[in-house]
């Protein structure tokens, strides 16, 4: 695989609840693959944010989708997703998980977040447990103002 450099992703949830609570004490966050669950941020609008990296590859070339990797990506290659997950916390098991799929983001939308420095974030709140197949929009967001070039001295 031809590695195609790292990508800046956010995940966003509404509320910290899981969608089907049995009345389990939980820890909630983005789940790593090694089943550690990462704290977010509350923002000022009540959300929770959850910054994490992933990085790109092609499979063959630019004509296959992105592969995305990392400590926060499952599935297999060509299905990839990451989990916001309620983990038990007197158990090693979950009360839910919410899958937000990376299958959705193409090639066009990698290379333009990457260009412009920005992140692709997408909002989960509402979303039920599971939905591996439900599509997920990303938008670029956190762009970086342009700087203004230095003026050249006159010769």
């Known amino acids: ?13 509404d509320d910290a609840a899981p969608p089907s609570p049995d009345g389990s004490n939980v820890r909630f966050g983005l789940q790593d ?3 550690q669950i990462h704290d977010g941020v509350l923002r000022d609008d009540g959300k929770y944010a959850f910054d994490f ?3 790109v590859a092609a499979a063959v070339d630019d004509s296959q989708p992105p592969v995305f990797l990392g400590p926060f990506v499952f599935g297999r290659p060509q299905d990839r997703f990451v989990y916001l997950s ?6 090693p ?15 066009a939308l990698v290379r333009e977040a990457q260009e412009w420095g ?18 997920v929009t990303w938008q670029i967001v956190d762009i970086p103002e342009p700087q203004p070039e230095a003026e050249q001295p006159d010769e």
């Open 93 to 107: 098991s979950y009360v839910n998980r919410v899958k937000a799929r990376l299958t959705d983001i193409d090639w």
């Open 118 to 135: 920005g992140r692709l974030e997408t909002d989960l709140s509402g979303r039920k447990a599971g939905g591996g197949k439900v599509p």
């Open 53 to 55: 990296d992933v990085r």
């Open 33 to 35: 693959n090694k089943e």
């Open 86 to 91: 309620w983990q038990r916390t007197d158990t």
């Open 1 to 13: 695989m031809a590695d195609k450099g790292i990508l800046k992703m956010r995940l966003l949830r």
